[in-house]
DNA sequence: TCCTTTTCAGACTAAAACAGTCCTATATAC
DNA sequence: GTATATAGGACTGTTTTAGTCTGAAAAGGA
C-alpha cells in the first residue's frame, strides 16, 4: 500500500501550522490545539523535526517552536525523511552494496533504484509552502484546563 | 521510511521471471527455486498476481503460471497494486471524500492528493519490461529433494 | 535564589499490520 | 481413477508502529 507512516502525515500537518505563523513561537499544547492531535504525541513529533534541524526549539517559560528556514525552502521530503527516515521503497535501495540475501537472483535492483530516485524526486519537487494553503490568521489564546479541574468544574 | 511490503517486492521478481521466459509455464516450486523464495510464499503470491489477472494459471498435473500481457504492457504500478492493494501516501488519498476526522483540520488533503500522484506517475512510467535485465535462458529441470531426504542423503 | 514553565531524552506498553505456513477443495493430464 | 497443481481460506508468530509516561535539563520571572 506504500504509505507513509502516521507521524509522517502529522509532521507535515505541524509544519504547515508553523508556517503558517512564521516567527511566532508555538508552543506543544497550542499545536495539539490547532491540529486536534494529543499533546504526547506533539511533543514526540516535534523532538524529531528539531533534531533534524527543520525546526528550531526554545526551552522553558515563554518557549515553543518555530521554523528554521522558510516553507519554501523545505521540500516535504525533508520532513518525512526526518520521521521516517530515508526513503527506500525497497530493502536493495537502502545501502549501496545490497544486504539482500537474494542479491545474486535479483538483477532489478539498479532498477529498483531508478524508482526510487524517480518517487524522491516527484515529492522533492513539492515544498511545505505548497502544502500551506489559506490559515488561521493567528494563533487563538489557549482556553486551556486542566482536565481533572474542567471534569471538577463541570 | 515509504517502503513497499516485502511481497510486493516478491511479486515483481517473480514476474520478471515469468517475463524472461515468455510463454513458458512456470509452476510455485520452479519460480521457488529460481527466486530463493520459499514454496508457500511463492504461491501466496502466484496467488494474488492471478486474482488480478496478470498472471494466467493452469492447475492439475503440468499446470503453472504464464503472463497474460506482454511485459512491456505491464507497469509495475499494476503489478504493486495487485499485491499491495492502491498506492495512497495517506489515508486522505484513498477516498474521495475524506474519512479523515481531522479534515476540517487538514488543509492539506488537496495537496496530498497532488503528491501522491505525482509518485503514481514516476512508477507508471516504469514497466515490468525495464526490470527484466538479462535473464538465465531456460528453466532448469528442477533437482527437488524433500528436506528429509535431503538431510538423510548428507 | 527559588519556583514555575516548557522542552528533552528515553523507556515502555499496547495495538495493528504483515509475513509466512498449513490444510482442504477443485481442476487437469495421463 | 490416480497423481499432480493450483485455489481458497484460516491461522499463527513476528515485527513494526503509535501512543503514553516519567524524570531530567533549561529558561524566565518573582
Redesign the pocket.
Known amino acids: 500500500?506504500i504509505?507513509?507512516?502516521?507521524?509522517?502525515?502529522?509532521s507535515i500537518v505541524l509544519m504547515t501550522q508553523l508556517a503558517g505563523r512564521p516567527s511566532t513561537l508555538?508552543?506543544?499544547?497550542?499545536?495539539a490545539l490547532v491540529t486536534g492531535?494529543?499533546?504526547?504525541?506533539v511533543?514526540?513529533t516535534?523532538?524529531q523535526l528539531?533534531?533534524a534541524g527543520l525546526v528550531q526549539?526554545?526551552?522553558?517559560?515563554?518557549?515553543?517552536?518555530v521554523l528554521v528556514r522558510a516553507a519554501t525552502d523545505i521540500p516535504v521530503t525533508e520532513i518525512i525523511t526526518a520521521v521516517?527516515g530515508p526513503i527506500a521503497l525497497t530493502d536493495c535501495t537502502v545501502d549501496e552494496d545490497g544486504v539482500c540475501e537474494i542479491e545474486a537472483l535479483c538483477p532489478t535492483r539498479t532498477n529498483w533504484r531508478k524508482i526510487n530516485d524517480a518517487v524522491i524526486g516527484a515529492l522533492r519537487e513539492v515544498t511545505l509552502a505548497d502544502m500551506t494553503p489559506q490559515m488561521a490568521p493567528f494563533v487563538p489564546h489557549r482556553p486551556y484546563v486542566p482536565v481533572a479541574n474542567a471534569a471538577a468544574g463541570e
Open positions: 500500500m504509505k507513509l507512516s502516521r507521524l509522517a502525515d502529522y508555538m508552543q506543544a499544547p497550542d499545536l492531535l494529543p499533546v504526547p504525541t511533543a514526540k516535534m523532538k528539531v533534531q526549539s526554545q526551552r522553558g517559560a515563554k518557549g515553543g517552536y521516517d
